[in-house]
């Protein structure tokens, strides 16, 4: 807990000096080991070929952290298009239903009720769609004399 608070301010608050964050300790800890391949290595070819493998290893840790992100903004552009999909479904024109509902030649008013009740839930979609026009009255009338009764 003390070494997160002291990332966040920077300060150690008992004795007022500076911090290091980890970023800091870490290019000091490869700064430091450059240094010491520097003084164990005495032909200049052997510091080159390890300068050329750090640079290598850092290139493929790179590229291990951008392959990990496109990968992730891959599968985040395919959840947001699967909850545009969703949301725009909510909203596919039914205007079949409300056809329906006009030539059971119903008020107004108890059209524009049927029609929001019937679109509340697939299964009410799907079951008035699948009766016989008759029935369908039959089915429109009970659901509407429920809505008054307040038991929908």
Same mark, same amino acid.
């Given at each position: 807990m003390y070494e997160r608070l002291a990332n966040i301010f920077r300060t150690d608050r008992a004795n007022e000096n500076l911090v290091e964050v980890?970023? *800091?300790m870490m290019d000091e800890q490869s700064y430091n080991e450059d240094d010491i391949d520097i003084e164990n290595d005495t032909s200049p070819q052997v510091s080159q070929q390890s300068q050329v493998s750090q640079k290598k290893r850092k290139r493929n840790d790179e590229d291990r952290i951008i392959l990990t992100l496109d990968r992730l903004f891959e599968e985040s552009r395919k959840r947001m298009q699967m909850v545009t999909d969703a949301i725009m479904k909510g909203? *596919?024109?039914? =205007?079949?239903?409300? =056809? *329906?509902? &006009? &030539?059971m030649r119903l008020y107004v008013l108890d059209q524009i009720e049927a029609l929001k009740i019937i679109l509340e839930k697939p299964q009410n979609i799907s079951m008035f769609m699948s009766l016989d026009d008759d029935v369908r009255k039959?089915?429109?009338q009970n659901i509407l004399a429920a809505t008054t009764r307040g038991s929908t």
């Open positions: 980890p970023t *800091e909203n *596919e024109d039914r =205007s079949d239903i409300a =056809s *329906e509902l &006009k &030539k039959v089915y429109v």
